[in-house]
């Protein structure tokens, strides 16, 4: 086993088992942040310029059409402030579209509604059929593996492309941005990279008491080469291209909409928030918020010395978090005992399953290649 280190420039440590340091102590993180991110990075006039250029490609593919692009709203500080992104700087008419797993907090409902409202834009709501969800979490939870998440993330990002296709809307807007998501998560903590249908259906098929049913499921390959290349369909960053500063845009969302912050990053999600605050570190090892707390030091919003503070202690109290394991327990159908096994079990990777992580790495590598994706991706 390797001696502990951690970043001397951000917080990202050996608990990411393949980092790499150089002889200044900085992390593999730092020195991409340095000279991948930050040389492509523009939120002055260029990027002004370029979001300019963005805004009139947008509308004149959706000339004549109700909508000419959709947002996934999740409640959450990126997708709620590009959508107010969208319409009141770039003039856009964007479907919002927010996918209900069954788990929203009750802050995330009301700031859906506070935007929603605010920017007087229509709202689609998609409720997943909640035995389908269950189904599936409990697949997942069953297979022993880091990656918990992908259960939802599949169900919001197929269900936006099944959106975007049945309104022929050919740009999807991303709260996905550098200035709070530059360190990318590796995909040893959950950070799987896509979704992998072949995962899914290989897990379901173990774990699983149904087939995947009408549950929402688009392989990544069908959204990243049929739907963008044979489609038309563009995926667009608008955050990317404006000063984009997290207690900058919480207070403004705030004044405008009375928009409520959260106390951390996913908090939208009650299923997320004990998963990366409870089950993950105290499971695995892992703790998301390194990543996090790391993308805000790179781009000066925390110190280091704040980061580290913050990371020495749970994010959430112990009662809370007990009364969380409970509730998820109850959501789940099963006992407390029930989770309790599954806690305790032994940890396993995505690699134990069928995949094709291989196929889909040699795409991410293309992507470094062109120029299209700047975080690292190993």
């Given at each position: 086993m390797r001696d502990y280190q951690i970043c001397t420039k951000t917080i990202m440590d050996t608990s990411d088992p393949r980092i790499e340091f150089n002889e200044l102590g900085e992390s593999e993180y730092y020195l991409n942040y340095?000279?991948?991110?930050?040389?492509?990075?523009h939120t002055d006039q260029?990027?002004?310029?370029?979001?300019?250029?963005?805004?009139?490609?947008?509308k004149k593919q959706g000339k004549g059409k109700d909508f000419d692009c959709i947002i996934g709203l999740s409640g959450g500080l990126?997708?709620?402030?590009?959508?107010?992104?969208?319409?009141?700087?770039?003039g856009l008419r964007p479907l919002l579209l927010h996918v209900d797993a069954g788990w929203n907090t009750e802050q995330a409902v009301s700031n859906i509604e506070k935007i929603v409202n605010g920017l007087k834009l229509d709202l689609y709501t998609e409720v997943i059929d909640w035995e389908k969800m269950k189904n599936v979490q409990l697949a997942f939870l069953k297979s022993q593996i880091?990656?918990?998440?992908?259960?939802?993330?599949?169900?919001?990002?197929?269900s936006l492309y099944k959106f975007a296709n049945q309104y022929h809307i050919k740009s999807i807007i991303t709260g996905a941005n550098?200035?709070?998501?530059?360190?990318?998560?590796?995909?040893?903590?959950?950070?799987?990279?896509?979704?992998?249908?072949?995962?899914?259906?290989?897990?379901?098929?173990k774990f699983g008491n149904k087939g995947i049913g009408t549950f929402p499921l688009v392989d990544i390959f069908k959204y990243k080469i049929w739907d963008r290349y044979i489609n038309g369909m563009q995926v667009v960053k608008p955050l990317n291209l404006v000063p984009y500063i997290k207690k900058e845009a919480e207070a403004l969302l705030n004044q405008?909409?009375?928009?409520?912050?959260?106390?951390?990053?996913?908090?939208?999600?009650?299923?997320?928030?004990?998963?990366?605050?409870?089950?993950?570190?105290?499971?695995?090892?892992?703790?998301k918020r390194r990543a996090?707390?790391?993308?805000?030091?790179?781009?000066?919003?925390?110190?280091?010395?704040?980061a580290l503070e913050r990371i020495s202690k749970p994010e959430m109290d112990e009662k809370f978090l007990n009364?969380?394991?409970?509730?998820?327990?109850?959501?789940?159908?099963?006992?407390?005992?029930?989770?309790?096994?599954?806690?305790?079990?032994?940890?396993?990777?995505?690699?134990?399953?069928?995949?094709?992580?291989?196929?889909?790495?040699?795409?991410?590598?293309?992507?470094?290649?062109?120029?299209?994706?700047?975080?690292?991706?190993?």
């Open positions: 340095i000279n991948q991110i930050v040389p492509n990075w260029r990027g002004h310029d370029e979001l300019k250029l963005m805004a009139e490609r947008i990126d997708s709620s402030y590009v959508a107010y992104i969208a319409k009141e700087l770039m880091p990656d918990q998440d992908l259960p939802q993330d599949a169900a919001f990002f197929s550098y200035s709070t998501e530059c360190c990318r998560e590796p995909e040893e903590w959950g950070g799987y990279p896509g979704i992998d249908t072949t995962l899914f259906h290989d897990i379901l098929s405008k909409y009375g928009w409520e912050p959260y106390q951390h990053k996913h908090h939208e999600s009650r299923f997320t928030r004990f998963y990366e605050d409870y089950w993950m570190p105290r499971k695995f090892g892992f703790e996090h707390f790391s993308s805000l030091i790179l781009t000066g919003q925390m110190t280091r010395e704040e009364q969380e394991f409970e509730y998820v327990a109850n959501k789940l159908g099963l006992s407390l005992e029930e989770l309790q096994d599954i806690f305790h079990g032994p940890n396993r990777t995505f690699s134990e399953y069928k995949n094709k992580i291989d196929m889909i790495k040699i795409g991410a590598r293309l992507m470094k290649i062109l120029g299209i994706e700047k975080r690292l991706f190993r």
